[in-house]
């Protein structure tokens, strides 16, 4: 059975006549909701934009929050939706760097050759679980002439590549002094 205040709910919130309200509400035994969810499908009134319809009781809404506990506040439902873009944006966010990571390459070369090429996400994930075996790994990498650079859509720059190729660089000059390789060369240029 449809009410009177069930009709002039319906006629307020989606702005039509008393018959076509009466009517819609029939058609869903009294449930306003979805009686405007119908009058949307049938293109007799518009769906609101970037809102939504609730059936809830407006004061309920004041008293609840978004997890339905009861404050005794302000109406929290801003904050939830705040929390909600927040974390969709920092997931689309994650989806984007691991993408860029698994598009992009951490090379391991021995002289001209590739030895070996690893999506720098592996890298990184090796690096956060497993700091205390991958970092002395690549640090005495270095000293047996191994040298690293990235390659990729969006690491495969030269200003990236020519900082691991002084890091390269430094290692085989420290490499040099500790066999003694410059002091043989200042010999032979007396």
């Given amino acids: 059975m449809v009410t009177l205040e069930q009709v002039e709910k319906l006629c307020e919130r989606a702005n039509i006549s008393y018959d076509e309200a009466r009517a819609a509400l029939e058609e869903t035994n009294g449930d306003i909701l979805e009686a405007i969810i119908n009058l949307e ?97 690549m640090v005495i990498g270095l000293f047996f002439g191994y040298r690293y650079a990235f390659s990729g859509p969006d690491l495969g720059r030269e200003n990236v590549n020519r900082a691991m190729d002084s890091v390269a660089d430094v290692a085989e000059n420290i490499k040099r002094e500790v066999k003694g390789g410059n002091f043989n060369d200042e010999d032979s240029h007396n």
């Fill in 41 to 137: 499908k049938q293109n007799r009134i518009q769906a609101p934009r970037g809102g939504y319809y609730n059936s809830r009781n407006t004061q309920q809404d004041r008293e609840t929050n978004c997890l339905g506990e009861s404050t005794s506040g302000e109406y929290r439902e801003d904050n939830c939706i705040y929390f909600k873009e927040l974390v969709g944006k920092f997931i689309g966010w994650c989806k984007k760097i691991i993408g860029k990571g698994n598009r992009n390459n951490f090379e391991v070369r021995k002289g001209q050759s590739k030895v070996m090429a690893i999506p720098v996400t592996v890298l990184v994930v090796l690096i956060a679980f497993m700091f205390w075996v991958t970092i002395p790994i």
